[in-house]
């Protein structure tokens, strides 16, 4: 929330968070349910989520940049809570991306993560990201990473 600008003062505020939850619940379930079975379906599912997710948010801003972090750290979440349904995606989950992991991976994108609207620019790094670390599950990666750069960040 903290990358929504003056999203407290938006009128339509309570809507928009209700309508924004509903979405994301509904992409989860969609994509848990629907027997993917490789990387370009999922994609293809995750792309529709964000866009949908971005629409739910009407006249206030809210990039895909923004919508990738909620629905993949709803997904990261899910497996942290033991959520046996999430496995059958698990394979194929995006990582977050946000500051964290763009620095500690040394990539570097056209705006800030949270300004990105351009789903090609977005899936380039998921896709740069599951080439570099092939060996291994993404979101299992990008956890380690991600800690070992917050670790960094408060001895600084």
């Not at 997710?53 to 895909?64: R, S, V």
């Not at 899910?78 to 620095?103: A, F, G, Q, R, T």
């Amino acid at each position: 929330m903290r990358t929504i600008r003056n999203f407290s003062n938006n009128k339509n505020h309570d809507k928009i968070i209700n309508n924004a939850r509903k979405c994301i619940k509904k992409s989860i379930n969609i994509i848990i349910d629907a027997n993917i079975e490789s990387q370009s379906e999922f994609d293809k599912l995750h792309k529709k989520a964000c866009y949908d997710l971005t629409e739910a948010f009407e006249d206030q801003l809210f990039t895909i940049g923004q919508a990738q972090k909620w629905i993949n750290m709803t997904f990261k979440y899910l497996h942290l809570l033991d959520y046996n349904k999430i496995e059958c995606v698990y394979e194929y989950c995006h990582i977050p991306i946000d500051s964290y992991m763009l620095n500690i991976t040394n990539y570097q994108m056209s705006q800030p993560w949270s300004k990105l609207n351009d789903y090609d620019e977005y899936i380039k790094y998921q896709e740069w990201f599951r080439n570099k670390y092939s060996s291994e599950i993404p979101l299992d990666k990008e956890f380690y990473l991600w800690l070992e750069e917050a670790k960094k960040n408060r001895n600084n």
